[in-house]
């Protein structure tokens, strides 16, 4: 391609991402894009294919980004080269969206016609807005029997303050308006800038290990034209490798003879390191390279922490290997080597929500084979000491001793609640119980409301998503930023089984829940701790003070004898979920604590 042939294909680029509040549409609004432009036949189409993740689709749900090439043929007569990015909508993982949109020039806006704008739909879409994208509304779902297109318009106008008088009305289950938004995608997103003559920069907005090539990384082009066989540096890194292979995902790897400025695409260059190659670092070339590299992203502070552990302890270097390798394709993971009495060897690990842990632990159960136990998850606190030091506390069991400590502080969140009017009462006595802080509250319409208040992350974390979904009847939307640190009543409840403390499950908590919390607790414990042939006693204590007490009563019977008679069926099977069960349990003194029971601090009385 020469630079002429360039210049005229750049005109014909249109990068966009698609945002939205979880399950309003992104992923069908995807399918349907990649199907009316014949990119997959239909015998390849599979729903939310750009899921790939097995997990993904077992949820229902989008985890990580996906960029894909799609080509466009226009009403103009001219042939576009669209670049896709899918992005996920739940609150955990707005990293990876804010990621996206950084590649992106314009961003489709997908609300729900029968809901309308939700918490994270102004979450994502500010994040557009504040890359200065171009924004795309369109309102999807129009053949649900609730849906209302125009009060929908009316509250995008409103809330977000973006006009939406020519906004798409789509169903993508059927197919409707799906033309019309290719259209305006040709229009309305405008061509990606870029100098093909200046330095290579290219910005890493994703990567992940592949066994064979290395490294694989999705890059942005911002200015310069990348091929094969050329040298390139990584900015930030510092490190320097040779590029084997370009292309595009369509969405099969296609190779390509070269990457230009405005493109998105892959880069293999055999990257062994991973350390070498993180996001947010900038690709330019060993020779006449850029003068600097790009801003990247902003580091991302986890939310929440909690132990992983191998169940068998020489998996040590297994779980660390597989972290890493995790790390390059979701680089909000954070860990660090710790020691727990009770569990051995294993990683104080950092993540973004309750349900970015539990995908990452699923990942690294299912991708790398491994049997993890898994600790409660604790926000990070901050304990200021008599001496004048401030201790950072992200594992319960760390917090120094009572008689040092002046004063702890814990994080706490700007929660935003949208809700119908009907269920304000009812949302406002759920966030004070929870020890929230009102702030403001304004009509998002006649019907609905937001409200905001000051929230303990803790408590967020604890059950109140739950809670607030069981009291609204669904229909209340949450998001939340870190707004700072305050200082509370706080103290650290200990766990005894068979008198010897658990490090594993201590936990801190408000010391108005202090007591009912342990007594939830103990009472969960003898549930799901097994039985053994002596009585075990579980207690939960406030520094010396026991607070709560149950008993695992010891049994008689030897229930495994049944596994050597029978038919030999049920034999194999009794065998198999022994062994099954076994997997997810340690040893910890004289008592087998499975892994439920580390969680068992998350669950209210309730349940
Ligand atoms: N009735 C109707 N249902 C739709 C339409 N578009 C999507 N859905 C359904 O809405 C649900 C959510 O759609 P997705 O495309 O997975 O939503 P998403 O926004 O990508 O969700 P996440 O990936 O989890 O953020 C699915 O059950 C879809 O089948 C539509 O136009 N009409």
Known sequence: MNIEEMQARQKHIRNFSIVAHIDHGKSTISDRILEATHTVTEREMQDQLLDTMDLERERGITIKMNAVEVHYHAKDGENYIFHLVDTPGHVDFSYEVSRSLAAADGAILVVDAAQGVEAQTLANVYLAIENDLEILPVINKIDLPAADPEAVRTEIEDVIGIDASDAVLASAKKGVGIPELLEKIVTDVPAPQGDLDAPLQALIFDSAYDSYRGVILTVRVMSGVLRPGEKIKFMNSGAEYEVTEVGVNSPMPIKRELLMAGDIGYVAASIKNIRDARPGDTLTHVKQPAMEPLPGYQ??????????????????????????????NDASLEFEPETSQALGFGFRTGFLGLLHMDVIQERLEREFDLDLITTAPSVTYHAYTTDGEMVEVANPSELPEVSEIKYIEEPFVLAQIMVPNDYVGAVMELAQSKRGEFDTMDYLDENRVNVKYYMPLSEIIFDFFDKLKSNTRGYASLDYELSGYRQSELVKIDILLNNEKVDALSFIVHRDFAQERSRVITKKLKEIIPRRNFEIPVQAAVGSKIVARSTIKAYRKDVTSRIHTGDPDRRAKLLDKQKRGKKRMKAVGTVEVPQEAFMAVLKSDEE
Do not use: C, W
Request: hydrophobic fraction near 35%; charged fraction near 25%; proline fraction near 10%.
């Open 299 to 328: 580091p991302m502070t986890p939310m929440v922490y909690s132990g992983l552990y191998p169940t068998d302890n020489a998996k040590y270097n297994d779980l660390r290997d597989a972290l890493e390798k995790l790390q390059l």
